[in-house]
């Protein structure tokens, strides 16, 4: 079975909103995740990558990491004022390290809709396809 | 909602009976449409309130409830001090988001040929919208003194007068708020953005009295048809999101330590008297506090954009009300006082008559009730009854809440014709981004107005006064 690929999108939730990554590792589908943070806020393609920022984070459960993952992007994301255009991610058992790239918010370029401002435990959801691609989602707070 | 789940107790009053492991009924406030157009996920939450341990009197929701995490918004919920719990989902995750309304001395006749100045100075001067700062930064001993002194603590650093602080919940300061139980995290996420607006359904708003409908009560208000008031919603920014997250994390290990049976994660609480639930109340009031200090430095700002375009502008405060809290207060349970903690979740405190908290000027009229809408259609003052002292714990409805989701709204509108259409009606909008704006239009949320007869109808508060936007600062 042909695999798509990596990818990240949204889906509707009341007064919030979902994210939700895919990608062929769950580390990839943990940076999507990420990258659906950055499209709540602006399109994706608007922002460059002039910084990068190191994150890490630790949980022994899947669902937990995800949420502690998502919440130290948001984290990074309030107190820089950054927009990440890309991750690299690494998971080694329990434990996540990552680096972000992007660039500080321009505020005509990017026209922020709105800030995260943090995961939630609803809809929060780490799982493997019948591919066995994984499907990572969490509805975050705006 | 399916209307057979309940039983209807009058015109406005609907209750789930109690069963399996519900302590108290469920009790709606609501018109039937309201009811019918409510989530069924409603239900579940106002259920799942009712099994919390120490539960008083019953499960409320609030004629505008809707889907929360954990407890509905628009959920009520009063707690015995010994027995009960307090849960960070039950207060909501922006921490004391509230209503400030201030009353300018001036009339929309006097504003309408000056309004395009006085837009673009508000603008100018209030931050707003994703990565604004403030003008302050706050190094570590002025953290924690802002978080013990709230709009106090404002007022001192030169930010607004100190009748200011009398209009405001608690005289401005939370008491017995514990700033060291506040993570760095927390307080990093707070350093500059004292002053700000945020983002997301958080305005400023310059408001004509277009109707009064209880005039003694608006003459005690201040308030007549043609004068313009100012209000901001806004609330803790990213503080009180950070300890509610990490309250959420910590009560739910506690939670099971305390044998406390869970129907839903979002729902994590500890009992009060633990030191997990002491050290979330701690926290919880520092950013009350940093709520009311917000809401109190950007009403500084707005007097300087005011007195910069319309130098016969006088702002005064004629409330500040908060949405998201736990408080303790004295209410009647079973025909005597008691104390309890209170959790109002997307529900505005509505205190009557008489109430000892309130300000001499206000004392014998009730509290004003700030209801925000959205900017496209209207806003509502209301006072605080009796009634709704015996019949929620003194707690009316707080605003219009959304009727679709941000990526719906996205699809039907953009932000560019959202602001045309509404300049075509008189109301300017000011706002750093076109697709916050097209989020936020005011098609995407329902009706306040129903929410607020429904309020009246039911017992819980009365209307004083309808407020429409003349301009709008949008985060």
């Not at chain 2, 019918?36 to 939450?45: G, I, L, P």
């Not at chain 2, 290990?253 to 406390?260: L, N, P």
Request: negative net charge; contains cysteine.
């Amino acid at each position: 079975m042909a695999f798509a690929a990596p990818r990240h999108e949204h889906f509707a939730h009341d007064a919030d909103i979902g994210v939700r990554g895919r990608g062929r590792t769950l580390a990839e589908a943990f940076a999507q995740a990420g990258m659906a943070l950055t499209a709540v806020v602006t399109d994706p393609a608007t922002v460059q990558e002039t910084l990068s920022v190191a994150l890490a984070c630790e949980s022994s459960e899947p669902e937990g990491l995800l949420f502690d993952w998502l919440n130290a992007v948001v984290f990074e994301m309030a107190t820089r004022d950054v927009l990440f255009a890309r991750y690299e991610v690494e998971i080694e058992g329990e434990r996540l390290r990552a680096r972000g790239f992007g660039e500080p918010v321009v505020v005509e370029r990017h026209q922020p809709a709105v800030e995260v401002k943090g995961a939630t435990m609803t809809a929060l959801r780490v799982a493997r396809e019948a591919d066995g691609s994984w499907v990572v989602e969490c509805v975050v707070d705006v | 909602m399916d209307l057979s789940l309940l039983t209807r107790r009058s015109e406005h009053e609907w209750a789930i009976e109690p069963r399996g492991k519900m302590r108290v009924p469920g009790v709606l406030f609501a018109s039937e449409p309201l009811v019918r157009a409510m989530d069924h996920k409603v239900y579940e939450q106002v259920t799942n309130v009712a099994t919390l341990p120490g539960i008083l009197s019953a499960s409320f929701a609030m004629p505008d409830a809707h889907w929360g995490y954990g407890f509905a918004v628009g959920g009520v919920a009063a707690f015995d001090p010994e027995e009960g719990v307090v849960s960070a989902g039950g207060v909501g995750f922006d921490i004391s988001c509230g209503v400030r309304s201030l009353r300018t001395r001036l009339t929309r006749a006097e504003i309408d040929p000056r309004k395009k100045e006085l837009a673009d100075a508000l603008f100018h001067t209030i931050p707003a919208g994703v990565g604004s700062r403030g003008q302050i930064r706050l190094g570590a001993e002025e953290m924690d003194r802002m978080l013990r002194g709230g709009a106090r603590w404002a007022v001192e650093r030169g930010y607004g007068e100190a009748g200011d602080l009398e209009r405001v919940e608690e005289r401005g300061a939370m008491r017995d708020a514990r700033p060291e139980w506040v993570s760095d995290r927390a307080k990093a996420r707070m350093r500059d953005e004292v002053g700000t607006l945020g983002s997301g359904n958080h305005y400023l708003e310059v408001q004509e009295v277009v109707e009064v409908f209880d005039e003694a009560a608006a003459g005690a208000f201040g308030l007549r048809t043609g004068d313009i008031v100012v209000s901001i919603h806004c609330g803790s920014r990213g503080l009180g999101h950070q300890i509610g997250t990490e309250a959420l994390k910590e009560m739910l290990e506690a939670g099971q330590r305390y044998g406390i049976d869970l129907p839903d994660r979002e729902l994590a609480c500890a009992p009060i008297r633990s030191k997990e639930g002491e050290r979330y109340l701690g926290a919880m009031r520092a950013a009350i506090n940093v709520a009311l200090a917000n809401r109190q430095a950007i009403t500084h700002l707005a007097r300087e954009a005011f007195a910069s375009v319309l130098k016969q502008a006088d702002l005064t405060l004629l409330y500040d009300v908060s949405h998201n809290t736990c408080k303790v207060e004295t209410h009647a349970v079973g025909g005597r006082p008691r104390e309890v903690y209170i959790h109002r979740k997307g529900a505005t405190r509505a205190f009557g008559p008489g109430h000892r908290d309130l300000p001499d000027a206000l004392r014998s009229v009730g509290q004003p009730v700030l209801i925000g809408g959205t900017m496209g259609t209207c806003s509502w003052v209301l006072v605080g009854t009796e009634s709704g002292m015996a019949r929620s714990f003194g707690s009316a409805c707080h605003g219009a809440g959304r009727a679709m989701s941000r990526h719906q709204a996205l699809k039907q509108w953009h932000g560019r014709h959202v602001v045309d259409e509404l300049e075509g009606r008189g109301i300017l909008v000011r706002s750093p981004s076109l697709r916050g704006v097209a989020e936020e239009a005011p098609g995407a949320y329902k009706d306040v107005t129903e929410v607020v007869d429904a309020t009246e109808r039911a017992g819980l508060a009365r209307r004083v006064a309808k407020l429409v936007p003349v301009v709008v600062v949008k985060g």
